[in-house]
């Protein structure tokens, strides 16, 4: 964590200082905003983390509810949401307190003994390498409160504007006039004017129906009975995820949460009438039923629902209609269970939508910072929506599997039908794990032509961290980890095999090119600002940290910057060497020519290039960037 630049300041560092006519008292909602965030789920408050940061724009939340989560809901976070949560700086304190899956167990019908269950098999949760970070369980309620934390102690003094509710969104036919949005208040009817609207108030959003937009899959009647409880029970993988099908009584997922005591199970009410209501009591003698003979006796429930299976996704995820595309561009925008409804199996409904916002945060902030033409907002849309059907076909073969009616008369069947459920697992590891994702060759991502420099960084996909040694303090540190959540481009040049300090180092080359006019960072840093306020380039030669000194390297990888001038200790690296931890390695590097790795401002690789691919680097950027006026 960097702080000082611009002085010296005591107390808390993570609390940043108010940005000029801000305050803890942000005021009532005013007439004219530039992004209208509705809803306050995981995707609307990671949204409003990204854009408090920049208290030039005006961005605003409204809630319907009269307060902040408290209980329930969501609980699953993925290895890749938690590298997503680095970059707010959040990582470590969810870990913390977060309960940490180790092992996926699963149980079945005794092959001795079918009307007792017996633990059939197990898998490590997450395989060795996908990431530094586990697969965590945090109840979505405390996940908000971290983002609540950081709007609050954001430049911006972001907060909430609770019962606020959204009536209706109208775009206007004119492309320079804002959207209105009508709120419902305290005080009566409200009508705000936003540059953009962001709609993430969930399955019946109020901004999807306005636009216009449709939900397209199928629902079923099948219900699952969800319950986060304090239990006494002599179930001796309580302490572990489990899928636990047993002959008759039907199937429980079970899974440990944070603090060392409560347990959530999602149990299988099978297909009821769409009207049916199902009590507490039920769910629990139902789970009570698959667990038998081990007793499971619920002391305390903290948070009990009933929901139905569905699988949809909305057909497009922003206001543009497919032929007005070149025409005009979005300005109302829809993530999370507002595009896309699945069931929670796979724990991927929060992590998704998170991503979801993630990908429209630093595009939104581009457009209102005149980095970037507005038509670079057609890309969330492009990006997103087939994501959200990769996730749907995920999910139903998942839920299918885990769900799936065993033959208590037939062993073998049931045998079978639980093998299935375990090759599932495995098979959907990375996608579960959140790194599935693959952007393809588009505006925004390049091809695979220059691969063979860093195989382990495929444009499309996340950039994946490794170790690195900072040449100025000596400091062991993840590269990944100095991605901020700042809107940033990161370009990690990784040496050729020339020594650096060499007048034939292709390194040295491409820091003179990124240092001169001619190159992207010049063309598109606007005057006056900090060197890195667009781009934060890193070195990474291959000597070792106690052969090559800090200042030894070229200078604009040394950059003065902030109020006082002061000079950056942290963007010069080396390996760790002598041990299987050497990042070249890890991650496929050429060590004769070296890599240049352009990495997207929301954690995704956009392009490997050769340390002399001085053109293509600035045709890329050429394509959506603009030079500041």
Known sequence: MQYFLDGYRSGDPRIQPAAEGRSADQGPLPEEVDVLIVGTGPAGLLLAAQLSTFPDIVTRVVEKADGPLEVGRADGVACRTVEMFEAFGLAERMTTEAYWINETHFWGPDPEDKAR???????????????????????????????????????????????????????????????????????????????????????????????????????????????????????????????????????????????????????????????????????LEKAQAVLAPYSFEVKETAWFSVYRVGHRVTDKFDDVDDDQVESRTPRVFIAGDACHTHTAKAGQGMNVSMQDTFNLGWKLISVLQERSPASLLHTYNAERH???????????????????????????????????????????????????????????????????????????????SAEVIRLGDAKQVHLGHVHRADGRWRLYAFADMVDPRSPGSRFNALMDFLASEASPIRRFTPK??????????????????????????????????????????????????????????????????????????????????????????????????????
């Open 117 to 283: 269950i017996a633990r059939l098999g197990r898998v490590q949760d997450v395989r060795d390498g996908l990431s530094e970070f586990p697969h965590v369980i945090v109840n979505q309620a405390r996940l908000l409160d971290f983002l609540l934390e950081y709007m609050v102690n954001s430049p911006s003094r972001l907060q909430v504007d609770y019962s606020h509710e959204t009536l209706k969104v109208e775009v206007p036919e004119a492309a320079d006039e804002r959207v209105a949005v009508t709120l419902n208040t305290s005080d009566g009817e409200k009508t705000v004017r936003a540059k953009y609207v962001v709609g993430c108030d969930g399955a019946h959003s109020v901004v999807r129906q306005s636009i216009g937009r449709k939900p397209q899959g199928h629902g079923e009647d099948k219900a699952w009975g969800v319950m986060d409880v304090l239990a006494v029970t002599d179930f001796p993988d309580i302490r572990f995820k489990c899928t636990i099908q047993s002959a008759e009584a039907g199937n429980i997922l079970l899974i440990p949460r944070e603090g060392g005591y409560l347990v959530r199970l999602y149990v299988d009410m099978g297909n009821i009438a769409p009207d049916a209501w199902l009590t507490q009591e039920q769910v």
């Open 528 to 629: 006056g600002a900090d060197p890195d306020a667009i781009f934060d380039v890193h070195g990474i030669i291959q000597q070792s940290h106690l052969e090559v000194d800090w200042a030894d390297m070229h200078e604009l990888l040394k950059p003065h910057k902030g109020a006082l001038g002061l000079q950056d200790y942290q963007k010069a690296h080396a390996p760790v060497l002598g041990t299987d931890q050497d990042i070249f390695d890890l991650r496929g590097i050429d060590r004769g020519a070296g890599a240049l790795v352009v990495v997207r401002p929301d954690q995704y690789v956009s392009l490997v290039l050769p340390l002399d691919g001085f053109d293509e680097l600035t045709e890329f950027f050429s394509r959506f960037m603009v030079e500041p006026s």
């Open 386 to 464: 087939v994501i959200a059907e990769n996730l749907i076909e995920m999910d139903t073969r998942w839920s299918r599997a885990i769900g799936a009616a065993q033959d208590a008369n037939d062993p073998q069947a049931a045998m079978k039908g639980l093998a299935e459920v375990q090759r599932q697992f495995v098979t959907n590891s990375e996608f579960t794990a959140g790194f599935a994702t693959h952007y393809a060759p588009d505006l925004l991502t390049g091809d695979d032509t220059h691969l063979g420099l860093a195989t382990g960084f495929p444009p499309g996909r996340r950039f994946h």
